[in-house]
């Protein structure tokens, strides 16, 4: 229970600006449900506030449709039951799933870190290398970005922050060629964790979709079952668009999981739940702050109680 008051505590302060967005605030869910008895006005005011928070229209659609028939069959007639209502049915949305970081039976695991730039790719890398070092496991980095200035001075700043290795290249060289000298170095050194950066792609850049698929296929040649996780880095505070994001990544990149960034950033956190209506992936991680200690392993019931909670 103490561990689980902490992640919430950790999650209420990350998801401040969402919160007082959907739910505690002017414009928020109890001020416009709290001791009013239920209507069809209601009910469509209910449905603007989830849209404006990124839930999704998919998602608003499917809860609200269920509190019409509840309503119309007499089963709940205040804003009250609505409210908890809401809290419960949100929580519902997430299957049981595997939404742990998938580890090599044997060192190394290999995670490739995707997304377009922009996203925070390098800072929530550094996040994930942190929790592994936290949760004992000795981790090194892969400078696989060479085509973007200052991309590898970047990781080199947060690795020496975190006392961790990286494996670099040549400005403009083989990506692919970075990967192969880290996967042999991480072999060497023993080390629990390799995490390769890979270059900031759009969906529709060809050539760099073609580098990734050549990144993840030299390291199923150096490390058996590798990589063991290719985890997206979307931006929270882009809305849509992260989902549109996800939604062309999962077509063409093999990914397993998403690293959900600025997350504290963005009074829009109902994207979480966009995502999940839109695609399979597991989110398996949020950024709820700038250090690199501000990241938590996703959780459903947790994430859902911290928007609700006073």
Known sequence: MALFRVILGSLRKGLEKTRDALVTGA????????????DDALIDELQARLLQADVGPATTTRLVDAIRRDFKAGKIDSGDQVL????????????????ALRLAPSPPAVIVMTGVNGVGKTTSIAK???????????VMLGACDTFRAGAVAQLQTWADRLGVEVVKGQQGGDPAAVAFDACAAAKARGVDALILDTAGRLQTQDPLMRQLSKIVGVVGKQVPGGPHEVLLVLDATSGQNALRQAEEFSKAAGVSGIFLSKLDGTAKGGI?????EATSIPVKFIGTGETPDDVE?????????????E
Do not use: C, H, M
């Open 84 to 99: 908890a209502y809401l809290k419960e049915e949100l929580k519902r949305l997430w299957p049981p799933a595997d939404r």
């Open 272 to 276: 979480v739940v966009a995502i999940r």
């Open 128 to 138: 994930l290398a942190r929790l592994l070092q936290r949760e004992g496991k000795s």
């Open 297 to 309: 392993p996703f959780d459903p019931a947790a994430f859902v109680d911290a928007i609700f909670a």
């Open 27 to 38: 414009l928020g869910l109890k001020n416009l449900l709290t001791g009013r008895r239920l």
